[in-house]
């Protein structure tokens, strides 16, 4: 008797064929997945860098330009050698607790370089013994505009003086006011407000009550990151415009 022939069991060389398309067809799925969900991932990331940067230049030029406005009246006291000054006192002269103005302009300060057509923001301040003003500003890091616009800060002291240039907030690359004054009618007897006057338009700067500022912020420096806009305005404590 013959001896029975041993069978070898394997895979041929078409089910190689097939078993390798098949996770090869999965492994891309799995690629695809994980470049989406890091895709996912980057944005929620940019989205979260623009929402923390948002809320860090609403929260410091609310609270500059509130505090600004809180106790000065509404129009230019009659009689400035009497009362104390309530804007800011600078060389015996007393100037409205805000004033803006465009880069490139005449300035009522030496203002510090900025951004062409960008805006520069000087605003009275009491938080600090020795400060009497800060200018807030779009610059770029180190003055190289390689880098994304920033938001930049300059105090001005008691003696007229100014500190060191101070980044706030990374990638604002756009940063506009829009005013609301109060103006009184021809019979002279009833005030009136007018909303979204540009600060070239202002003949009286102690007639601000409230200031709208549109905000353009890039969530990272390349030149692929996404980049949002945000308005919010702030108005003085004092009065109906209170927000």
Same mark, same amino acid.
């Given at each position: ?12 060389l078409?089910?190689?064929?097939i /078993?390798s398309?098949i996770?090869?067809?999965l ?12 895709r996912?991932?980057?944005e929620?990331?940019?989205l ?7 809320? /860090?230049?609403r ?9 600004a406005?809180?106790?000065?009246p509404?129009s ?8 104390s000054?309530q804007?800011?006192?600078v060389?015996n002269?007393?100037?409205p607790?805000?004033?803006i ?12 370089p ?8 000087w605003?009275?301040q ?8 800060d200018?807030f500003?779009?610059?770029?890091r180190?003055g ?6 920033s938001?930049f ?5 008691s003696?007229?003086?100014?500190s060191a240039?101070e980044e ?9 006011p829009?005013?609301?004054?109060t ?21 009286n ?6 200031v709208?500022?549109e ?10 990151a996404a ?7 702030v108005?003085?404590?004092q009065?109906?415009?209170e927000l």
């Open positions: 008797m013959k001896p029975a022939l041993l069978r070898h069991s394997g895979f041929t078409l089910e190689l064929l /078993s398309s996770a090869m067809g492994l891309m799925v799995i690629l695809q997945l994980f470049v989406l969900s890091n996912i991932a980057l929620q990331q940019d979260s860098q623009l929402l923390q940067k948002s809320e /860090s230049v929260h410091l030029l609310s609270h500059s330009v509130r505090d406005m809180y106790t000065h509404s230019m006291p009659s009689s400035p050698s009497v009362l000054c804007g800011i006192d060389g002269l007393c100037r607790p805000l004033l103005w465009e880069q490139g302009t005449s300035a009522p300060i030496v203002a510090p900025a951004v062409p057509g960008s805006y520069l923001f605003i009275r009491s938080c600090c013994p020795g400060v009497i003003a200018v500003f779009l610059w770029y180190a190289n505009t390689a880098h994304p616009p938001l800060r300059r105090r001005q002291l003696d007229g003086r100014f240039s706030l907030v990374e990638g604002v690359s756009h940063l506009v829009l005013l609301t004054i103006t009184t009618e021809a019979s002279g007897s009833a005030l009136r407000y007018v909303t979204g006057v540009e600060p070239q338009d202002i003949s700067w102690w007639n601000i009550v409230a709208e500022f905000v353009t912020l890039t969530a990272a420096s390349s030149a692929t980049a949002g806009t945000v308005a919010f305005s108005a003085s404590r009065g109906s415009l």
